[in-house]
């Protein structure tokens, strides 16, 4: 009986490990696999049927940021929220050395060389930005929320952050940036008829942005408008795109098949095109399956905010699932021709190391907020 006693400490500890680990939303995960197969037998085609180089890689680091993001599921919320702000400054100092020491490829300075690796901080920018501004919001009331000059700090929070991902350039990644922003402080409480002024501004200021706009930014536009008006240069990728697009048909041309994808005629076909692939090979069933689980993840994501019962949580889960919608809304009419050219990967599939890890620790932070939606933050935990 005195040993039962004496060993009760790690018996309550393997419970409630064991309570959190069973709370955990084994179908959002269960999704995210599939997700990520799907993308594992697209990169497999578009190198000709091989592991290597893209493949391979991407599972080995699908395989880890899975581990991170049921480890971090695991982790107290409340910990995670006092985390908010010092990661916030750290995403801000490394989107700074990006501008002062980033790696320049296909013409932006987007990247950093940290131990080898090419690292894009402007994708963990938007998680560690979701985290501050929910900390921000989590006990504010309606009428503190309804008071302009609360609202400085954090629209400042989304500007600043923003403002130098564009400066990289990384136009899309920004816009998502700041979309990300809005939509928490929509869920925050911040009246409609403020973001209807921020959204006149915008229309009146576009014009003028126009003509700040780099040259190839100027050539997406102007391409999207009329793809057709240099089909062997600027208008070369959509186009290419829209007749993988089209070739697949109902069902596709099968498993490593698609002659679009096969010939090499597809444009950066491991990374923003990627979708083409799918398209081409699994037609638009297929294509509608990976849409399908895309747009599911996201529902599970707002579901997760709906039942949390901290204002932490949701914002954070509201915050998530947005940046997810944005990926793929953008990635997918991107490719489809209905928005220009904006270089947005598509979450899971895509190929690429940042966007995948940066999403899969969001993720991890959903599936923290789903484990820990009962909790209750104390005034210690602001």
Known sequence: MSTLVEYRPYYLKSFRLARKFL??????????????????????????????????????????????????AMIDIRIIAKCAWPLYAIGLLLLVAVWKFGHV?????????????????????KLFLILALAHWFQRASYERVGNPVFLIAPVLAILCPAALILKEPNLGTAVITMTVGGAMLLGAGVRWWKFAIVMLLVAIAAPFAYHHLHGYQKQRILTFLHPGRDPLGAGYNIIQSKIALG???????????????????????????VFTIIAEEFGFAGSMVLMGLLFSMVAMAFYTALRCGHQFGRLAAIG???????????????????????????????????????????????????????????????
């Open 247 to 273: 070739s697949g048909g109902m069902w596709g041309q099968g498993f490593l098949h698609g002659t679009q994808n096969q010939l090499n005629f597809l444009p950066e076909k491991q990374t923003d095109f």
């Open 320 to 382: 998530i699932g947005t940046n997810l919608f944005l990926y793929c809304f953008v990635n997918l009419a991107m490719v489809m021709g209905l928005i220009p050219v904006g270089g947005v990967p598509l979450p899971l599939v895509s190929y690429g190391g940042s966007a995948l890890t940066a999403v899969m620790l969001g993720f991890g932070v959903l599936m923290s907020v789903q484990v820990h939606r009962d909790v209750e933050f104390a005034a210690g935990d602001d």
């Open 23 to 72: 709370r955990i939303n084994w179908l959002f995960v269960i999704v995210t696999c599939a997700v990520a197969g799907i993308g594992y037998a697209a990169l497999y085609s578009a190198a000709g049927g091989h592991g290597e180089p893209y493949a391979i890689p991407q599972f080995i680091r699908f395989a880890a940021a899975l581990i991170m993001m049921i480890m971090i």
């Open 105 to 125: 490829g296909l013409g932006a300075r987007r990247w950093l060389d940290i131990g080898g690796l090419h690292v894009q901080p402007s994708e963990f920018m």
